[in-house]
Structures are given as structure tokens and as C-alpha cells.
């Protein structure tokens, strides 16, 4: 049986530090998640401020997805010349809503970010725009996982407990 309480000190201790972490590790790994930082979230939030682990929890989130675009960049270098023009009249195509499509993909947690991330990394779409639609739809996101858990460890403690 899972024993809460324990589980809520060992998070707890990591304060807001763990939610940065929690959200960097959750989203840096490529296509399968290792680590489940919605868990993670949830359980701080539940114990600590849930505003200020949701803010946390996405920013770390959005660097960690931010990690994907180097490796698109990077593959671009390794692709032939003639696929390297088709992606620039993507970019161009993709920079109007852009900034949308990747809020978007970042704010909903069953989207797979990573097939985007790359794929803006291999168009070159500018990174600080990029950014900073990822962080803002992480942190949308991992506010919620923080408030889920703020609101409803009273549930789950009568449910494991």
C-alpha cells in the first residue's frame, strides 16, 4: 500500500527547487517520460503554495522541452541542401501562428511536444519566441497539476489512507 504521508514529506522537502526540477526532468526526455512530474507537481502543490510550484513547475517544463529543438537544429546540418529549402517555406508558412501552435501543444499534457520541438528546430523558427510560448503554456499547465493537488489531497488522503 502506498503510505501518503511519506510520500508527501519526501516532496515536501524538496520545496520549490523540486518543482523547477521536477518540471525540467518530466519534459527533457525524448518522447517517453521517465520521471512523472505531474505527480510531483500535484504532491507540492498540495503542500507548498500552489501558484508559486505551478510557475516553477512550467518553467522548468519549458527549458526542458526547449531541449528538443537542438536536436532538430542539429539534424538539420544532416540533411541534403534541396530539403533544406522546403523548410524554409515552412517557417514562413508557420511563422503566423507559430507562437499559437506551440502554447497550444505545450498546455495540454497528451500532445507529443517533442515531434514539434524538432521540427521547429529543424525550420529555425526563432528561439526566444519559441520559448517563451512553451513556458507560458507549461506553466498553464503545471498550475493546474499544482491547484489539482492543492484542492484535492484531502480526497486522496481518504482514498490511500
Do not use: C
Request: charged residues 15%; hydrophobic residues 55%; positive net charge.
Amino acid at each position: 500500500m502506498l503510505d501518503l504521508t511519506f510520500l508527501l514529506k519526501l516532496v515536501s522537502d524538496l520545496g520549490y527547487v523540486g518543482a523547477l526540477l521536477a518540471g525540467l526532468l518530466g519534459s527533457s526526455s525524448f518522447f517517453i517520460s521517465f520521471f512523472p512530474s505531474y505527480i510531483v507537481i500535484a504532491l507540492l502543490g498540495a503542500t507548498l503554495n500552489p501558484l508559486i510550484v505551478g510557475l516553477l513547475g512550467g518553467v522548468g517544463a519549458g527549458v526542458g522541452q526547449f531541449l528538443h529543438y537542438y536536436i532538430g537544429l542539429g539534424g538539420r546540418y544532416l540533411m541534403p541542401e534541396k530539403w533544406k529549402g522546403r523548410l524554409d517555406v515552412w517557417r514562413k508558412k508557420i511563422d503566423k501562428y507559430g507562437v499559437l501552435l506551440i502554447f497550444a501543444f505545450a498546455a495540454t499534457p497528451l500532445t507529443p511536444d517533442d515531434i514539434i520541438w524538432i521540427a521547429l528546430g529543424a525550420i529555425r523558427y526563432p528561439k526566444l519566441k519559441a520559448l517563451m510560448a512553451a513556458v507560458s503554456g507549461k506553466v498553464v499547465l503545471n498550475l493546474i497539476y499544482a491547484h489539482v493537488g492543492y484542492f484535492g489531497l484531502g480526497y486522496l488522503t481518504e482514498l490511500f489512507l
